[in-house]
């Protein structure tokens, strides 16, 4: 026959309480003393929540999403194994494209949808996605100039290239040039890379030297650029008193354009001022002018040189090197400023 004490200390081990899909259970304890009987109910909280599973989370390359405008799992910068060319993307798509060394001067996008024969759009082939990049919004007539874009996820044979990591291809034959692969980036550097064709270029012109010249011929400042306002080397005409070809005059300009050059094995971006005035224009005299190159972080601001290829001296072939800056600080310097939006209005 069971005790009083027995049957409540039963029905508090057997006790489980459920609430909000939660379960408790109740462990209960007797300690006996001579002097003084209690009984003790230790509380051991073992709740399972349904939602305590959690689903594993996607990594690597997600082709359906890609192929739908998501590019998510593509987002960075990814560099060519020789190191000169890259694709950066965010999550709506492509920001940026240096091709050999040099920005591509218009703003890109990856063709997802056909535009015409040369550029079907994106399709699945041997378990990559095929796609063509080209000038953004480009009509049919503009994308003769597309380029294919290969996303090749990890595990995926293509064209001999490793399988062991995520790469995209873009090229017409395999070489270290049309491989790309993942960079692994600082915050900072992620943060500049996600930057436009147009932003770049436009912290290039905020961080030039001193002696960096124009199409015209003459050393700028940030300030004359902002100004729009410039000196021009310009002929003499016949009746000038002087042995000199030229002469420098005060002039103005509408926009900046950066072109992109490339001759032999030097690829750089030329500055020119779009509308100047045509009696400076049509007697421009300036044989030479300021360059720049991107690789990576680094700016490097260059006379244009003479191009020779093999010329011993490297500074007549490549011209010569007058600065160098960093665009993660420039960017820190003019994120969000006035001058930047400024310098970024200016640019065709």
């Known amino acids: 026959m069971l005790t009083k004490a027995s049957k409540i200390a039963i029905a508090a081990i057997g006790a489980v309480v459920v609430i909000g899909g939660a379960s408790f259970g109740y462990v209960a304890s007797q300690s006996h003393d001579k002097d003084k009987k209690t009984t003790t109910a230790t509380v051991t909280k073992t709740a399972k929540s349904s939602s305590a599973k959690s689903d594993k989370k996607l990594t690597g390359m997600d082709l359906t999403a890609i192929s739908k405008g998501d590019f998510s799992s593509v987002e960075g910068t990814w560099k060519s194994l020789d190191g000169k060319s890259t694709f950066t993307f965010n999550k709506k798509g492509l920001v940026s494209h240096v091709s050999n060394g040099s920005t591509v001067d218009n703003d890109q996008e990856v063709y997802l949808t056909k535009k015409n024969d040369i550029t079907p759009g994106a399709r699945m082939m041997n378990g990559y996605l095929s ?122 300009f509408k926009q900046i354009k950066i072109v992109p050059h490339t001759n032999m094995d030097i690829h750089d971006n030329k500055v020119t001022l779009e509308g100047v005035p045509s009696n400076v224009a049509d007697h421009n005299r300036a044989e030479s002018h300021g360059v720049y190159t991107i690789d990576g972080d680094t700016i490097t601001y260059r006379t244009q040189g003479n191009r020779v290829e093999g010329d011993p001296d490297e500074n007549l072939r490549r011209g010569q090197q007058i600065g160098t800056n960093s665009l993660s600080k420039l960017y820190k310097q003019y994120k969000g400023t006035t001058k930047l939006k400024e310098m970024m209005a200016l640019l065709d």
């Open 131 to 252: 796609t063509t990049v080209g000038p953004k919004g480009g009509l049919p007539e503009d994308t003769i100039s597309a380029t294919n874009l290969d996303f090749v996820p990890k595990g995926v044979k293509h064209e001999g290239m490793s399988d062991t990591e995520d790469h995209l291809f873009s090229g017409q034959s395999m070489g270290d040039g049309s491989v790309f692969t993942k960079v692994v980036e600082s915050k900072d550097e992620k943060a500049v890379n996600q930057l436009s064709t147009k932003e770049k270029q436009a912290l290039v012109l905020l961080g030039i030297p001193d002696q960096f010249q124009t199409d015209y011929g003459s050393a700028v400042t940030v300030s004359d650029l902002l100004n729009k306002k410039t000196k021009a080397y310009v002929e003499n005409d016949a009746s000038a008193q002087t042995n000199e070809v030229g002469h420098y005059v005060d002039t103005t």
